[in-house]
């Protein structure tokens, strides 16, 4: 177990190591420790930057999940191709495209018969 007063300068050690490097992990902060002759555990290392409030690298600092798709939704689409079964039992094929920030469908095409060619160049042979 570490002493008071060394437990205090190592963790103040580990936290500027993580703040001087904000693409280390926990992982790479113990290897560090350890090389300048500190011996702690890599669970011991995580447990110092948690209780400091230093999140995980590499994204210490920035946007959380998400606050990133709320800021590039208009700019992301989502495509799915699926089957649908028609009252008098046929299947019909649909491509279809979803808008993030308005969640949008958009019918890319429907067909009886996908082949591999049409599900390779779907715009230029679902018209």
């Known amino acids: 177990m570490l002493g008071a007063v060394g437990g205090r300068s190592i963790a103040r050690l580990a936290v500027r190591l993580a703040e001087e490097n904000p693409l280390w992990g926990y992982r790479r902060i113990h290897g560090e420790l350890t ?5 702690v555990a890599p669970s011991t290392a995580c447990e110092i930057l948690r209780s400091s409030g230093t999140g995980p690298a590499p994204r210490r600092d920035g946007p959380t999940w998400r606050q990133f798709l709320h800021a590039q939704a208009a ?6 191709f699926l089957h649908v079964d ?8 649909v491509l279809i495209f979803i808008e993030h920030d308005t969640r ?7 067909t009886a018969h996908p082949t591999g060619d049409r599900r390779c160049n779907r715009p230029a042979t679902w018209r």
Do not use: E, F, S
């Open 35 to 39: 090389k300048l002759g500190v011996t």
């Open 75 to 80: 700019g992301i689409l989502a495509a799915d």
């Open 86 to 93: 028609t009252v008098l039992l046929n299947r019909l094929y």
């Open 104 to 110: 949008r469908m958009h019918p890319g095409g429907v």
